[in-house]
């Protein structure tokens, strides 16, 4: 139940941005949606893969490819999903820095509403 609540409170943080960035387009809410499940599924199965493979660009970046990697992760979504476009990789960044933003907003509103 946890797991398809963060989907869904995702799926209107990639609502919300598509309709404030031009850079972001979704077409239907069905299509949020699938873009949350395979964000979720792309962090947890090629994220790691990256970061291992890009671990000395990482240490001499101090951690700033990261957010590189995070764009790059956008860019496949975009990929692998018909109804979702992004334009390019300075969207994807922005997108993925707001997204991790409003997640971390939604998600702590959940375990606020779960101490009650």
Do not use: E
């Not at 799926?11 to 949350?36: C, E, K, Q, R």
């Not at 700033?64 to 764009?71: D, E, R, V």
Request: charged share 10%; no cysteine; hydrophobic share 65%.
């Amino acid at each position: 139940m946890k797991f398809i609540l963060r989907i869904l409170l995702s799926a209107l943080a990639v609502i919300l941005l598509s309709n404030i960035l031009p850079g972001i387009t979704v077409d239907t809410y069905i299509t949020a949606i699938i873009v949350a499940i395979v964000l979720s599924l792309l962090n947890f199965l090629v994220k790691p893969i990256l970061i291992i493979l890009t671990l000395p660009v990482t240490i001499v970046t101090f951690g700033i490819f990261l957010l590189f990697i995070n764009g790059i992760i956008i860019l496949l979504a975009d990929y692998f999903i018909t109804g979702f476009g992004v334009a390019n990789i300075w969207w994807a960044l922005a997108f993925s820095f707001l997204l991790s933003f409003l997640q971390s907003i939604l998600f702590s509103l959940l375990k606020s509403d779960k101490k009650k």
